[in-house]
């Protein structure tokens, strides 16, 4: 029984990694939509589960935890109603391959719209601030690559990003940690600074350095107000879509 | 299958109306959070449903559209694993009792969290303002009626209200028509604004009347996290808490 189901196709948002980012996310949802009313926003279904053990040092130590509640919210979200699935966690990239195997909903990839927005800008080499989980994944390597080449952090850059994503978890600013990071980045050469981590674009907020930033949570709310527009033109039933 | 299911209460949040609103709502309990790290925050589902039809217009028609959808998606966050439910929009706490019959999951009453907020603050009679249909539906004057006197809405009022409340639901500001309303509820004599629907804390933002709201937004976030929180410790079913 569905009472009023949308034209717009549903996003499924696997979340809570950490739950800043996935409000932020979510709010970039809404500030992408061309809305006039209730009715034009984008339909979601969101399983927001902060308890998800932390991805980076679950990559970094070769364990698979986090992959077996991410399955039983993709779960959720499928038996929910979600006809595409959105991540607003960089480092949960690592499993999405396997998430995709075990569901006929399109996955959206965060580093495939984060490089559409590289390509977009063209300020030469990108400097990527993560995790270091996403980084020895290689989540966003071989995706960035074509669009542009990749500075990766020198150790005390990456110990700035983990102090300013540490911050934001913890409900705290991590805006000067973020700066500083960025900063390292851009004397090094840097055109501009993937905030490759959904902390960082909110400890970015009004950093001076915001306009040489690149917020891959933007550009994944984008790809995501876009298929669910584009579905409701196309519906052809959602394992067509990849 | 659960894994890691979480010692918090996980909250169902039937959303979307509107979807700012929303993601309002989802950041202000993520503030409310006494958090240190991810895994320290309230789990949450929600089911984000911006189509339901306006909730105003239909308890003015004397109609019911809205309750249909409403109960799909408190079916969705039952079967999605909420231990209780919230919604953060005003005017369709009218379904409340009907919906509240249909589940054993507590439904927090938004009208219960502002009065209680309303008798911390003892600032003397509080200035209504909401849809037509929330006053109309009476979902405040008996609950807050015991914390303080009531001031409703003269039609110019109401017609500034409505504005603001339109102006956030189609992603612009609404700033200066809720600083009108308000500004003419403290002329009137309110003590503090009351604002009772869930676009009118998005508009009044950094107003200048900032600090004589009360945010029932805020309230109904609070509350939740109390509850999610005092469930770790007495966790006894949903269906012993009230």
Known sequence: MEHGAPALLTVGVLGGMGPAATVDFLGKIVGATPASCDQDHVPAVVWSRPQIPDRSRAILAGDDGPLAPLLDGLGVLERAGADFIAMPCNSAHHWHARLQGRTRAPILHIADAAAAAVSARALGPVGLLSTRGTIAAGIYQARLSKAAGIILPDEPTQALADAAIAAVKAG?????????????????????????????????????????????????????????YGGRLTRTGAGTRA
């Open 172 to 228: 705290r600013c991590g805006r000067s940690a973020l700066e500083a990071a960025a900063g390292r980045m851009l004397e090094r050469g840097a055109g501009s600074v993937l905030l490759a981590c959904t902390e960082l674009p909110i400890a970015a907020g009004r950093s001076r350095f915001a306009d040489r930033c690149i917020d891959p949570t933007l550009a994944l709310a984008q790809a995501c107000v876009a298929m669910s």
